[in-house]
């Protein structure tokens, strides 16, 4: 069907007088991890049109391509409409459709059996779902410490390093300060990312003026517009860091005030090379931090009020131990002319004079023009300020920091330049947003020790949180991992988020044990978001052979779509799409704040489901109100919440008065954060567009690190448990804690082959090192760094099953920078193969400018899997498409003795997609046109029958001609 078309045979005719839709809804889009608010128009029971909400404090109206394309998501033919079960091989795409009793009970035997057994044997991991406080809760209570969510392979690193340091960090944690700084430096964003807000607030950069400087090895989305792009070599940024900190440092461009009103700078620390206190934090007989006034010559409390503290020299304390300022040892670290430009320009890929420009602009921005508001505050100790004044120089960073080995100490040392400008939480600098900042670190430890895991009972506590010391490792008396990805081991000691890239590999290999059940939800673990792919599926079909039975015994996988990964299963429960349900964006979980407010938000199911689909979240209540699992059940045994995931939202309390959404609490609605249940709750929000935006009152905006006001504000509604300052961990002597255990002290101690690991990458100062795969392969072979980039109007997988997002990207090319590509004899348009040291792929090459020269990088998660998404079989993202995956091995090759490390960051355990090394040369004629590796289709399953054109909404133009 054709719209009119007018006399002059151009334009359409488009009738005004028609109400475009019987209804309009609103609620939260999630067609990415930004959360903007959403108008849904609704016609004939259909959905007519998504808008932005003006009213929404996230995209304030705007909204994007993909948030725009959401109908197509809706009416994919890649949409699940019934639970199935496996009935021919793990593979093969072979299912029956079976009803939801038959599902549920299935799905209860397999878990009671194991919870009845031992409740470590379910491995619970879930994708980027956005409702991880449910899940997290849901293994707690289940008593597995095996649950994990995406963070793990994302940002973990980014999130760690901040809250580790400054109890903050980049994305959902915080932002800069858009309408008041005056220098931007973006650290490897990907475009996909904060999408529309980042958008608004460049939009508001340029303006008025501000300098955007883009550093990524790719200039491509918001490095395409920014007004300096510097092509650094993957995984060389910290390095680039340290040298803007030297050169600071020698200018002398550094807020020394700041730094001891807010850090740890002049802490002294314990200099005993050898013994069990050396690099210890210096205390007194209470355990309160020392530091060395100069005015009474001796060491005393360090948060004491009139304190002059020494930042340099080493001291001798009355018991006889040497100490040094923290300061001091940054000093030390960072004033070698290792770290001068002329030493690391090679290494990082921009000339020595950029480096020296850069930071000398940065000096410019913090101390030339610095911002000063006419707004009284009240400090943590009670002294009362005039004015905030402030550093204007922000940063965000994102996963191009974070998914290196070496991310976790490369975001440390980014986090290291903006305190020492003094730009972390004040004016025109980088502000939180609630319920950040955090104690350092967040008071959560994570459960799962030997004597805490029993046959059907709850963990004491949720499976994830953040490490103080070794006593917090989830290991055996033998130092063996106690969780099947193996964080919170001496492998990966600070995994807050856990490493859900290594469950597969790591069950699959019965290392460091088997399991019984893998459960995972919208987690596409078969394909775009795996390591190794084809040692993945191997893993997933692998059987024993002495019984024939499946390795990993049982999968029960949940999904709205139809994904590589459902072949693999052998229970699907087919989950809801974002318009069809309720969901929580929680503060227990991601919040969706602004700086100066504390937000959270729902969706609401604004279309009725027309498939035999449940909600993921209802139906994991209904699973644990049929396990018996105390939290989803009354004593009586019946469901906690007969309701589904709403009754849920309203009536769950994680603690008296705290529940899922902190707005409109009591029995009234009148409280906010502390408050009885509400049964308006949901329609309260619904009334207010979904959101709930509670603002800060202007004196608690700025330095919540330290601020009375809102430290006060912060404890009485839940956010924190203290109301105490906030101190900047620019020394952690948390890592120094694991440091000490690998030389031999302490009960809790690394086996002889993990020492040396943990010795060398537990500094408790940030410090750059080169990648690992970069130093364990021959650079000569490998002479090429690969990595991806997220297409703005993609996001993971997601986008690429979506009609109208393809029509901007369904194929994928090789993006080489022009000049070397030419050097090498290669051109637009040929076809290459890319080898690295596990594998190979085949792809078609484009050449550009805005490319490292030592760089080659493709878009993300086009490549698809003939039978999967709904795509037709002639799809070009099967043919054309390509993953750098197949490249890319999930552990790292062996070391002495044997072992090996998972691919990831010693610390955190962060997947290190971005440390790909490859060589590149060109297919012969006869292997041109096609990509490989090609994996054999699944057997398509969609009862949707797929249009030869694409005309969606003409069904709506009543008076339109066929």
Known sequence: ???????????????????????????????????????????????????????????????????????????????????????????????????????LDLASSWLGDVRAKDPRKLALFTGRDQSQALTGWWASQFGTPNFAAHGGFCSVNMAAAGLYTFGGSFWEFGEPDWDKTEYFMLWGVAEDHGSNPIKKALGKLKERGVKVVAVNPVRTGYGAIA?????????????????????????????L??????????????????AANDGLIARDKDGEPLAWDKNQNKAIGANTLEIDPALNGSFKLADGSQVVPVMSLIAERFLDSKFAPESVAEEIGIPADTIKRIASELAEAAFEREIVIDQPWVDWAGRKHDKMIGRPVSMH?????????????????????????????????FRYKPPYPKTIPPGIRPAGKVDQVKPNTPLPGPPLGFVKGPEDLLVDDNGKPLRIDKAYSWDAPVSAHGLMHMVINNAGTMDPYNIDVLFMYMANMGWNSSMNVPDTLRHLTAKNPDTGEYVIPKIIYSDAFYSETVPY???????????????????????????????????????????????FQTVMLDLGARLGLPGMTNEDGAAKYPGGYADYIINHQRAPGIGPLAGWRGEDGSKYGVGEPNQNQLQEYIDNGCFHAHELEP??????????????????????????????ELYSETLQKFRLAAQGHGDIQPEDSHRERITSFFDPLPFWYPTFEGEMVNKDDYPFHAITQRPMHMYHSWGSQNAWLRQITNANRLYMNREKAEALDIHDDDWVWLTSHIGRVKCQVSLMEGCNPDTLWTWNAIGKRGGAWGLDKDAPEMKQGFLLNHLISELLPAREGGYRYSNSDPVTGQAAWYDLRVKISKALPEEAGTTEPYFEPFKARSDAPLPDELAYGTQFNKGSKS
């Open 569 to 615: 299963a052998d229970l699907i429960l087919p989950d809801t799409t974002y318009l069809e349900r309720w969901d929580c964006i929680s503060m227990l979980d991601r919040p969706i704040s602004e700086p100066d407010s504390a937000n959270d938000a729902i969706r609401q199911p604004v279309i009725e489901p027309d498939r035999d689909v449940r909600p």
């Open 699 to 728: 004196e608690m905006r700025y330095y919540k690190h330290a601020n009375k006001a809102y430290l006060d504000w912060a404890k009485s509604v839940g956010f924190n448990g203290s109301t105490d300052q906030i101190v900047f």
């Open 1 to 103: 069907m054709d719209a009119p078309i007018s006399d002059n045979n151009k334009d359409p005719v488009i009738d005004l007088q028609t109400n475009p839709a019987d209804e309009i809804k609103t609620t939260t889009c999630y067609m990415c991890a930004c959360r903007c608010g959403i108008k849904v128009y609704l016609k004939d029971g259909q959905v007519r049109y998504i808008e932005g909400n003006r009213d929404h404090p996230v995209n304030k109206g705007v909204l994007c391509g993909k948030g725009a394309s959401g109908i197509m998501t809706q009416v994919s033919p890649a949409r699940l409409t019934s639970p199935l079960k496996r009935v021919g091989p793990r593979g093969s795409g072979e299912f029956a459709e079976i009803s939801w009793d038959e599902a």
């Open 257 to 274: 005030d700041y730094l001891v009103r807010y850090t740890n700078s002049h802490w002294l620390v314990i200099q005993n090379p050898g």
């Open 227 to 255: 007004d300096e792009w510097l092509g650094v070599k993957p995984g060389s940024d910290g390095l680039f860091v340290s040298a803007l900190i030297y050169e600071l440092m020698q200018a002398g461009k550094v807020d």
């Open 397 to 429: 960073a994102m996963r191009g920091i974070s998914a290196h080995s070496n991310g976790f100490n490369t975001c440390r040392l980014i986090h290291l330049l903006q305190i020492l400008l003094g730009s972390i939480d004040c004016p025109g600098g």
